[in-house]
């Protein structure tokens, strides 16, 4: 905010009145002030960019955020409110799947709120059925490090791999009703291709599969 912006504010702040543009009578107001920044304004006091008289008046009661990395028990509560805007707006009812939940809760999240908002809607347009997965996620999201690679008893680059292929490949089958040929052609490969990674990956499961 501009150094004469400021003026105002503190001058609207002290004397609890506005005027209209172009007016000349003063206005009386009642109001409270709930204010946020992600600057160090002592900092831009210093450099005198920012008034020490307005931040005074501001910081009455300061409430310091943790950034979401360090409130991970705040991301699933944001990841179903988004979600579930999303499906009002829309008038669905898509989920999202654990292996995708557990990368999100694992992200750094330099954006914070705004970063996940706009992970989710993207995620939901990418998303055909009924189940947000690993594969709707940002290509970011999916690089393997310590904090979003699965856990696993060894490290080595192909075991992980093998985990996330394995986590795609159960997500397809589960939207797909565990149904081989759709989810075959939901990943874009031919039955016997699925058949043997289905072997390789040892995936098995009660349901009964229909070709």
């Given at each position: 905010m501009p150094l004469h912006m400021q003026a105002k504010l503190l001058r609207v702040l002290q004397e609890n009145e506005i005027e209209r543009i172009g007016g000349y009578e003063p206005i009386p107001i009642?109001?409270?002030?709930?204010?946020a920044t992600h600057q160090d304004l002592r900092k831009l006091i210093k450099e005198k960019k920012f008034r020490e008289d307005l931040f005074y008046r501001l910081?009455?009661?300061?409430?310091?955020i943790p950034p979401l990395r360090q409130r991970k028990?705040?991301?699933?509560?944001?990841?179903?409110?988004?979600l579930g805007q999303l499906n009002k707006k829309y008038k669905t009812d898509?989920?999202?799947?654990?292996?995708?939940?557990e990368l999100l809760l694992n992200h750094k999240w330099q954006g914070n709120i705004r970063e996940l908002r706009n992970v989710i809607e993207s995620a939901y347009v990418l998303t055909e059925k009924d189940i947000l997965g690993v594969k709707h996620l940002p290509s970011n999201l999916l690089t393997f490090?310590?904090?979003t690679a699965p856990e696993v008893k060894g490290g080595t680059l192909d075991f992980i791999l093998n985990e996330f292929e394995k986590d795609i490949i159960l997500e397809s089958?589960?939207?797909?009703?565990?149904k081989i040929?759709?989810?075959?052609k939901d990943l874009g490969i031919?039955?016997?291709t699925l058949y043997k990674k289905l072997e390789r990956l040892n995936i098995k499961f009660s349901k009964d599969i229909a070709e």
């Open positions: 009642d109001v409270r002030v709930i204010a910081n009455v009661i300061n409430i310091k028990e705040d991301i699933l509560i944001f990841i179903n409110h988004f898509i989920t999202i799947s654990q292996r995708a939940v490090s310590p904090n089958l589960m939207e797909n009703n565990y040929s759709k989810t075959a031919h039955r016997t």
